[in-house]
């Protein structure tokens, strides 16, 4: 029997980034009618996958983290749950990124109009004190970099240095405009943030209520699953 696909999101009290991670989940369901797809919260909503694992009556289920990268929600949180569950063969999938995808539909989020050869482009996550998602960041600033052919720096809106707001003050400071490319999933206060930073332009999250979610993001989440 395939276990069934439990979407884990961090949760959000923004009712756009609600929407929003409720239509991936949706369009992950409607790819998949054959499979079993319940939805989780690490944070701010509920049900907890401890919760969502407690009602599938013993059977065993994966873990989809809708993460950016792993840090403790994925090694903790949600290994903990699997750890738990009633059912054995509960496991944890990877975090959906880095994955050269995303960088692909981030670049779309910029468009090349915005892009001048003086410009600094900065790729915007929520941040960890975790280095492992530190690195995830980095790595996927590295290969934002390639397909634009240029440096990309990696900054965050919480733990994590450099923070956001200080590279885009430093940057101005010497003369450069600032581009931010943001490294989130969904709207929420973290997006907030990364919009107020002051820059010149700022993508929107890779999610986005009202909107289809990407198709590449769905084939990231089934292959984490599989």
Same mark, same amino acid.
């Given at each position: 029997?395939? +276990?069934?696909?439990?979407?884990? /999101?961090?949760?959000? =009290?923004?009712?756009?980034?609600?929407?929003?991670?409720?239509?991936?989940?949706?369009?992950?369901?409607?790819?998949?009618?054959?499979?079993?797809?319940?939805?989780?919260?690490?944070?701010?909503?509920?049900? /907890? +996958?401890?919760?969502?694992?407690?009602?599938?009556?013993?059977?065993?289920?994966?873990?989809?983290?809708?993460?950016?990268?792993?840090?403790?929600?994925?090694?903790?949180?949600?290994?903990?749950?699997?750890?738990?569950?009633?059912? &054995?063969?509960?496991?944890? =999938?990877?975090?959906?990124?880095?994955?050269?995808?995303?960088?692909?539909?981030?670049?779309?989020?910029?468009?090349?109009?915005?892009?001048?050869?003086?410009?600094?482009?900065?790729?915007?996550?929520?941040?960890? /004190?975790?280095?492992?998602?530190?690195?995830?960041?980095?790595?996927?600033?590295?290969?934002? &970099?390639?397909?634009?052919?240029?440096?990309?720096?990696?900054?965050?809106?919480?733990?994590?240095?450099?923070?956001?707001?200080?590279?885009?003050?430093?940057?101005?400071?010497? &003369?450069?405009?600032?581009?931010?490319?943001?490294?989130?999933?969904?709207?929420?206060?973290?997006?907030?943030?990364?919009?107020?930073?002051?820059?010149?332009?700022?993508?929107?999250?890779?999610?986005?209520?009202?909107?289809?979610?990407?198709?590449?993001?769905?084939?990231?989440?089934?292959?984490?699953?599989?």
């Amino acid at each position: 029997m395939e +276990p069934v696909l439990v979407a884990c /999101s961090h949760g959000t =009290a923004s009712p756009e980034g609600q929407a929003a991670v409720r239509g991936l989940v949706d369009a992950v369901a409607r790819r998949r009618p054959d499979l079993q797809v319940r939805s989780a919260y690490v944070d701010v909503q509920e049900p /907890s +996958p401890a919760e969502v694992l407690a009602r599938l009556g013993g059977r065993p289920a994966r873990l989809v983290p809708l993460l950016l990268s792993a840090g403790y929600h994925v090694f903790v949180d949600l290994t903990d749950a699997a750890a738990a569950a009633a059912a &054995g063969g509960t496991t944890v =999938a990877p975090a959906l990124g880095p994955d050269r995808r995303l960088a692909e539909l981030i670049r779309a989020r910029l468009g090349r109009r915005h892009l001048r050869t003086t410009d600094t482009v900065v790729l915007a996550a929520a941040g960890s /004190s975790n280095e492992f998602a530190v690195a995830d960041c980095e790595t996927a600033a590295t290969q934002l &970099g390639e397909l634009l052919g240029r440096r990309v720096t990696a900054a965050y809106l919480t733990a994590g240095q450099p923070r956001l707001t200080d590279v885009v003050a430093n940057e101005h400071a010497a &003369g450069r405009g600032v581009l931010v490319a943001t490294y989130l999933l969904a709207p929420g206060s973290f997006a907030d943030r990364a919009a107020n930073c002051g820059a010149e332009h700022v993508t929107a999250p890779l999610l986005l209520a009202g909107e289809p979610p990407p198709e590449a993001i769905v084939d990231i989440v089934l292959q984490r699953f599989s």
